[in-house]
């Protein structure tokens, strides 16, 4: 180690007592145990921008639904205020305007009332026209303005409902893309094959948002991921296929709408919806619609409640959320519990994992299969249910809890253990890296279909979720030595770090927690601190420490031109993934350690809570972003009580895989 990594705690933070931190911490616990639900399970509000809640006002008046102006008073507050000062939309707090954020954010405004002379409105529009105007919106939101009428479907990728056809060897088939975009594209096929228009009753548009006549509005241009040779190849592709789609067989597309259609039957979920997410869910109401399923179809009505379970309303405001974290959120709990230690604590994160038990997906083989078919069940999903989509992250925490719970008794949770672990090695891809949901989903030239101009079609492995299934491996026990899925993973994570020591987050803000994912899973697979993979890591990570001690980074981290770290202003979150981070390369005593605990002891609320208003999660790179709620509860009371048991018990690592 260098010099500085053991140079004396000096701050204010050092200072403080032990009983003090321990105020803290009981504090934060205190809070926490107030929101655990009388099931035993945690969920806190999942946040993205305001192209959510303004798709959810457009739905209802697609439909003509009943106006409910209360709610849409409140939704419209909410868009109001998340405004930039320059009038128009960003995808994360103080970020940068976002075009087809602030065409959806406008249209559903006006859609509520908003007169278009309104200065907010006034200020929206000038925003949007000097930017080239709604043709610069992305290809999500011309499905959305063609549904509309606003703009033709010349404007719209062609994407033929004949495609639930194709063979799995054909270059585009579903089993290539992410099981976002799948549930999100079956749908959607039906509808821009059908080209159905929205009821509107209103009769509102956005013509005024454009430069140019909208209907005259033709294809979208490259996007600045794609390649120009493969961009253009599939441009050509696309030309093609307006020509000879229409005189497909009429009977070849009813069997392609009924494939599309028994697909969504098997994954509806319930009031969970298909693929428990927004996007899938709200297209899969639309595919009905046109169908002519009437709305007390039990298929169509279910579909459209699951919709309303989504809703976030307050007394001031409301909002509808992406999809909702209760086994993301529960299982980190868990963890930070576990951490803190005593009596109830410990009763009430056992609690939660007996809550979770009983949701691991043992007999429905999901979409994973089509890579792995001869893979058992094992996994968790991210929301209450979603049985087809379990996903790795999540198991691999879920599995971790429950090995640590188990202490004494190793057959506490041993059935749900092992084939938890079981499911995980199995979806491990060939260049032993773990995607989130699949295995080997790297077909990159996919990206550069015109419809994918949002880059985010594919589901590769990543450092972060890699790192939390390497971690799994080695807090059961396994080694290098002798397990290949771990070997495999190591020099995953070896070959992937940044030349600055980083790691690359794709499902939080960003090399941050890339990187206190790598570090724990280091630390639990037993490398050495001093190693230089370690090293370069935490040295990267004290190196970015903000002057207040904390630390912090943004959405714009994301850009196809980043260069390195830019600083941006500290969060209660991403210092504490900074500091478990540290913590599990050894540097407990290190300066930057004391000042990042200064940061979040100085800056938790009166009720033991860490306000936090900035986003540090993702849902796609450069296109979406998330604010987990729960994360500023959970993870500095984690952090916390990691530096205080490692330092009581003269320890410089920490003993679990998180």
Known sequence: MTDASVAPPSTHAAGQSADRLEEHIKAATRAMLRRQAADGHWVFELEADSTIPAEYVLLRHYLAEPVDAGLEAKIAAYLRRTRRADGGWPLFQDGAFDMSASVKAYFALKMIGDAPEAEHMRQAREAIRTRGGAAG???????????????????????????????????FHLSKVSYWARTVIVPLLVLQTLKPKARNPLGVTVDELFLEPPSELGRSHKAPHQTWRW??????????????????????RQRAIDKAVAFVHERL?????????????????????????????????IARASIDKLLVVKDDEAYCQPCVSPVWDTALMCHALMEVGGTEAVERAARGLAWLEPLQVLDTVGDWAE??????????????ANPHYPDLDDTAVVVMAMDRAAGSDPSRFAGAVSRGREW???????????????????????NNIPFSDHGALLDPPTADVTARCLSMLAQLGEKPETSPAMARALD?????????????????????????????????????????????????????????????????????????????????????????????????DHAAVARGIGYLTGHQGTDGIWPEERYTATGFPRVFYLRYHGYAKLFPLWALARYRNLRQGNARRAAFGM
Not at 372 to 384: K, L, N, S, T
Request: charged fraction near 15%; proline fraction near 7%; charge should be negative.
């Open 137 to 171: 919106s992305n290809v999500f939101t011309r499905v959305l303005l063609a549904l509309y009428g606003v703009v033709s479907w010349r404007a719209v990728p062609i994407m033929p409902v004949e495609i639930m056809l194709l063979p799995r060897w054909f270059p």
């Open 231 to 252: 961009f253009m190849l599939f441009q050509a592709i696309d030309a093609v296929l307006r020509i000879v789609e229409p005189h497909f067989p009429t009977g070849l």
């Open 269 to 301: 979920n319930g009031e969970d919806g298909l693929g428990a997410i927004f996007p899938a869910m709200a297209n899969s109401v639309m595919m009905f619609e046109v169908l002519g399923y009437p709305a007390d179809h039990p298929d169509a009505a």
């Open 371 to 384: 890579q792995r078919p001869h893979v058992r069940p094992g996994g968790w999903a991210f929301q209450y």
């Open 424 to 446: 995980v090695v199995g979806l491990q891809s060939r260049d032993g890296g773990w995607g989130a949901f699949d295995a080997d989903n790297s077909y990159g030239y996919l």
């Open 492 to 588: 995953f994570l070896r070959r992937n770090q940044e030349p600055d020591g980083s790691w690359y987050g794709r499902w939080g803000m960003n090399y941050i927690y890339g990187t206190w994912s790598v570090l724990c899973a280091l630390n639990a697979a037993a490398v050495d601190p001093s190693a230089a993979i370690m090293r370069k890591a935490a040295d990267w990570l004290i190196s970015i420490q903000n002057p207040d001690g904390g630390w912090g980074e943004d959405g714009s981290s994301y850009k196809l031109g980043y260069r390195g770290y830019e600083p941006a202003p500290s969060t209660c979150s991403q210092t504490a993934w900074a500091l478990l981070g540290l913590m599990a390369a050894g540097e407990v």
